[in-house]
């Protein structure tokens, strides 16, 4: 089953503009993690938030977590046309931190 | 530093037949993941290994899956027999000992007609 969920399904921006994308989750997390997978490829690591922390930076990056409404935001700020993809975030829970993922969500940056 | 190297990249199987998927994690990453991604919808783990033991496998439908890490570096996944709904990308991760942060490989898509 999956545990997160994000929002929107899919996210049509403008190059220059912020992308805010939410997921939501439903149990105990040790940490929260953002992937990034471009068509046809596999997914690479953003940014990882651990479940004591509210905020992290990476460049142009940005990620939030509530863990009292079990929500995450990922910004990403001065969008480019590269960063066309699907975005999943992914939920870190057990001894073995086992990832479940979300359906994703589908960004088009237009040039 | 060399990726996570996945083979075939592509395989069109016809159903009942059996398949098998190779994976190389990145050298000194004692765990090792096989994901299904089903398009449209997010990464599913199916089986984990930590050197060559397995971690979790609660998600390996076991009647047709089988994967083996001999020596705790490369593993294989194997569908047999393949049934319509395998059709799917199957990516194999990998990730230092006790580390959150996954590596991907390319995957390999299957397509079972």
């Known amino acids: 089953s999956q545990q997160g969920e994000e929002d929107p399904q899919a996210l049509s921006i403008q190059e220059g503009e912020n992308a805010t994308m939410n997921c939501s989750y439903k149990t105990s997390i040790n940490n929260l993690q953002w992937y990034r997978q471009n068509s046809g490829r596999g997914l690479v690591h953003l940014i990882l938030i651990r479940s004591n922390e509210r905020e992290k930076h990476s460049g142009r990056l940005r990620v939030t977590l509530d863990t009292s409404k079990k929500s995450s935001s990922l910004l990403i700020t001065a969008s480019r046309a590269a960063d066309t993809a699907s975005y999943f975030c992914a939920t870190g829970t057990g001894a073995n931190s086992k990832l479940t993922f979300g359906k994703g969500i589908t960004l088009s940056v237009r040039p | 530093e060399a990726g996570v190297a996945q083979s075939p990249r592509y395989k069109i199987i016809e159903k009942r037949q059996s398949v098998a998927f190779w994976c190389n994690p990145i050298?000194?990453?004692?765990?090792l993941y096989w994901y299904q991604q089903i398009l449209g919808q997010g990464p599913k783990l199916l089986i984990q290994?930590?050197?060559?033991?397995?971690?979790?496998d609660s998600q390996l439908p076991k009647d047709r899956f089988s994967a083996e890490r001999l020596k705790g570096v490369d593993s294989t996944l194997k569908i047999q027999p393949a049934k319509l709904e395998d059709s799917a990308v199957y990516l194999c991760?990998?990730?230092?000992?006790?580390?959150?942060?996954?590596?991907f490989g390319p995957g390999t898509r299957l397509t079972v007609t």
């Open positions: 290994f930590q050197n060559n033991g397995v971690v979790d």
């Open positions: 991760a990998s990730s230092l000992a006790y580390s959150y942060e996954q590596y």
């Open positions: 050298s000194g990453h004692a765990t």
